[in-house]
């Protein structure tokens, strides 16, 4: 651990009127009780929205809803965001499958390694919604990071040195690990393990190695919180800089925001809904549950250009 700060923690949750909210860790993170969405007020809809911006991750149990749920659910926060990874299942275009069976066995997953969603996409997703189905009896936990708190406990003197930097935002690593060490199948990952052979990379995937450059500090859009914005997976350097100078920056800022105290670990169980904003977090998943079949179904909603 890098540092435990004092002073800087409150996750307390408010004292809403039509929902409630119980804080999951110090850092972050709380479950909401007290509704079900398929037949959610506007009331109800105002403080979860409002408890997400201020826990960063909420979730919901027992929510037994289908695509068409998810999707409703999902518009109420806005538009759907493009998704870079998966196609929508079949009526449902905008419900992305990430589906692990039993039987498969890869040293890497969907979603494992640090990182924030899509960040590579010149208008990265603002929120992520990921539904739990069928789960494995232990493993399978996704874990959390609050990269406001993050940059809350930096100095003044680190503050001022990134406040002007531009991060280079790719797919590039994960095609490369990618196309090495992964089976193609009809997996995310196999998708693009199967291009190793080819000699030029799909346009679209392309685009997404090609990447984009976003502020190394961005500013929430609604709640003005600065966040540190930058990944394990997906930063790959900073605008202006020569490699190892990028490398030395982003590698101490990813080991600052993803020590133990600014993170939670949330444990699934089938009917899960989670929620979080990729603005002010980072996640991953983990690969720990072979011999166990994960069904879970994801939608985004559509951000903005990060500022």
Not at 41 to 55: G, K, N, S, V, Y
Not at 226 to 233: A, M
Not at 298 to 305: D, F, I, L, S, Y
Request: proline share 6%; with cysteine.
């Amino acid at each position: 651990m890098i540092s435990h700060p004092t002073g800087k923690f409150d996750n307390t949750a408010k004292d809403y009127t039509y929902i409630k909210a119980v804080p999951l860790a110090a850092a972050m993170g709380a479950e909401i009780l007290g509704v079900d969405i398929t037949g959610l007020t506007d009331d109800q809809f105002a403080e979860i929205r409002h408890a997400l911006f201020r826990h960063k991750m909420v979730y919901l149990r027992d929510q037994k809803i289908g695509h068409a749920d998810q999707e409703a659910f999902s518009l109420r926060f806005g538009l759907f965001a493009e998704d870079a990874y998966t196609e929508g299942v079949d009526g449902h275009a905008n419900v992305q499958p990430v589906i692990k069976e039993a039987d498969h066995r890869a040293p890497a997953i969907f979603g494992s390694g640090w990182h924030t969603d899509s960040p590579f996409l010149r208008t990265p997703p603002a929120i992520s919604l990921l539904y739990g189905i069928e789960i494995p009896p232990f493993g399978g936990d996704t874990i959390f990071s609050n990269t406001v708190l993050a940059y809350e406990t930096l100095s003044d003197t680190m503050k001022s040195l990134l406040a002007p930097l531009r991060v280079h935002m790719s797919m590039a690593e994960v095609v490369a690990n990618t196309q090495r060490t992964v089976t193609p199948d009809d997996t995310p990952l196999g998708r693009i393990a199967a291009t190793r052979d080819h000699t030029r990379l799909p346009d679209d995937l392309q685009r997404k190695v090609d990447g984009a450059y976003h502020p190394l500090v961005r500013t929430h859009p609604l709640s003005g919180e600065r966040s540190l914005y930058c990944d394990h997976t997906y930063a790959c350097g900073i605008e202006g800089m020569e490699a190892n100078e990028a490398r030395a920056i982003l590698d101490f800022l990813v080991s600052h925001m993803t020590q133990p105290a600014f993170t939670c670990r949330l444990r699934w169980a089938p009917g899960t809904l989670a929620l979080w904003d990729n603005r002010i977090c980072i996640h991953q998943a983990f690969n720990d549950y072979d011999g166990y079949r994960r069904v879970m179904y994801r939608t985004t909603v559509a951000g903005e250009a990060p500022a």
